[in-house]
């Protein structure tokens, strides 16, 4: 299962996603992590990806925040693109709502193997084998 985050800090969360991906997946999970908007130009191929983790506090040096990226992904119209938010704060689902988009599964920060299986329980991913 290929999954695409977009984390400018991503080496700082990675053991948490390896632990998930041993413990809960058999090392099935493919990460591609992006840490900036302008990193992944092309926006149509996130169709090649079963998961989207979306961290809604990219770096500065992003050209897209989390939540523009969120609404030019929205655009698309990808059947089935599951989406998973990352976050440090604690009340973004309320923003969420506010800006008009769906009830998304939210990882919080600080990570722990709980929270994202709970995200990955949401959309009733297992592992393939």
Do not use: C
Request: aromatic share 10%; net charge neutral; glycine share 4%.
């Amino acid at each position: 299962m290929k999954i695409l985050i977009f984390e400018n800090e991503f080496n700082a969360i990675r053991t948490s996603f390896d632990g998930f991906n041993l413990l809960y997946f058999n090392n099935e999970l493919v990460f591609k992590d992006v840490p900036s908007s302008q990193a992944f130009p092309d926006l149509t191929r996130i169709s090649e990806y079963n998961v989207v983790i979306i961290d809604i506090d990219l770096s500065i040096k992003s050209k897209l925040d989390g939540f523009q990226l969120l609404q030019e992904i929205s655009k698309l119209n990808i059947k089935n693109l599951k989406i998973i938010i990352l976050t440090g704060h604690i009340s973004i689902s309320d923003r969420l709502v506010e800006l008009g988009f769906p009830e998304l599964p939210i990882i919080n920060k600080p990570i722990n193997l709980t929270t994202i299986k709970k995200a990955f329980d949401y959309y009733g991913l297992k592992p393939q084998s």
